[in-house]
């Protein structure tokens, strides 16, 4: 049996159903770029890959996903710390991606997005012509 230590949690966690004070819970990321890829890891414990929806729209990128209670609707809650509910993130992406290009994991909680760095966003080289002939100049 599980026991309460703690009655000012209780309370916090009765007055957050009584008076729907509850905090949205945080959907926690890491993004970096590596390469020519930008990549973004959300973490989603718990979640069922299938409640996750993504979607970009005019470089918008929305990310929702659902945690449901895995009591049973009937049970008598002793503890409830873990968050339930809808989580979204919402994030702008540069013009310097090719978004229609996203691939999508989900592994050990972690989602994972790889957003290729649009081809017109790399650096290219520029031939100079004239003088003794033509000459390069990296960018």
């Known amino acids: 049996m599980l026991m309460r230590t703690d009655p000012f949690r ?15 819970a945080a959907m926690q990321m890491d993004a970096y770029r590596s390469g020519d890829d930008f990549i973004i890891h959300f973490d989603l414990p718990g979640i069922d890959p299938e409640t996750i929806d993504l979607d970009i729209e005019r470089n918008v990128l929305n ?3 659902e ?64 003088g003794s002939g033509p000459k390069r100049l990296d960018r």
């Open 10 to 24: 209780e309370f916090d966690r009765l007055a957050q159903q009584v008076f729907g004070t509850a905090r949205p």
């Open 63 to 65: 990310v929702r996903a």
């Open 67 to 130: 945690r449901r209670s895995p009591a049973p609707e009937n049970a008598e809650m002793i503890v409830a710390e873990r968050p339930t509910g809808t989580f979204t993130r919402q994030l702008f992406l540069g013009d310097t991606l090719d978004t229609e290009h996203v691939d999508a994991s989900y592994d050990a909680g972690v989602l994972t997005l790889r957003i290729p760095v649009a081809e017109q966003a790399k650096p290219r080289r520029i031939q100079i012509a004239g």
